[in-house]
């Protein structure tokens, strides 16, 4: 478990730093930028890439392993009262989010179709079948609360560095992985911001067309004024997260409770 976490934050950060890069040639060329499945998608091309995909999957599903066990076993004490629960249920999501990268990402590797559509067209019909139910509305307008609330924990975590806590005293340049860290979390709280705002839209018109993911925050930020220098600002704050993650993988403390 230990493991497969370490090798979940490698692959979660090498997805960033993807993200993050061909956003910046976004930013420059004026293309459009792509979210994480399309930075995923652009390893497909060639066997080296595939045996990356295997590995990322793998990767992908530990650190949801790994999320799923801190919401439920709560290795790392965040307690049960609202404050916790908040964040293990966060937990929870990003390991609901995770399992389907890990899927997306295995499809790939094994070249069975593409893997599906994009995080944007995911978002659509995400928004689509949970206003098929009944109060469907509500959920959706929801899922736009919750986002929104993790776009503030980014903040915050972006402000406090809480994250520096965990790890380990032999962190080599502390400072300047701390620096990446908190320019990774408030990037990754512009990002959650719009998701939730999309989602927020879509409740509120009653059209599942109006969510939206990642790659549409991305386009959203290159259609402002100045939108270039702002998807660059942001898109290498993501590549920073990224980098982030890949030091987390040899030098966060873990704490692992086995699920299995």
Known sequence: MTTLARLGFAARGLTYVLIGWFAIAAARSGGAPGDNRAALGSLADSAAGQWLLAVIALGLLGYALWRFSEAWFDPERHGSDAKG???????????LVHVG??????????????????GDAEADEGAAGLMALPGGVWLVGAVGLVLLASAAGNFAEAYKAGFAKYFRGDLPAREAVVGAGRLGYAARGV?????GWFALQAALNHDPEAAGGTGQALRTLQDQPYGPLLLGIVAAGLLLFGVFGIVQARYRQVQVVSPL
């Open 85 to 95: 629960l908040a964040k293990r249920g966060g937990f929870a999501v990003s390991g």
């Open 101 to 118: 990268l890990a899927l997306f990402a295995a499809r790939l590797a094994l070249d069975w179709g593409g893997g599906g559509g994009s």
């Open 191 to 195: 990002v959650f911001v719009l998701v």
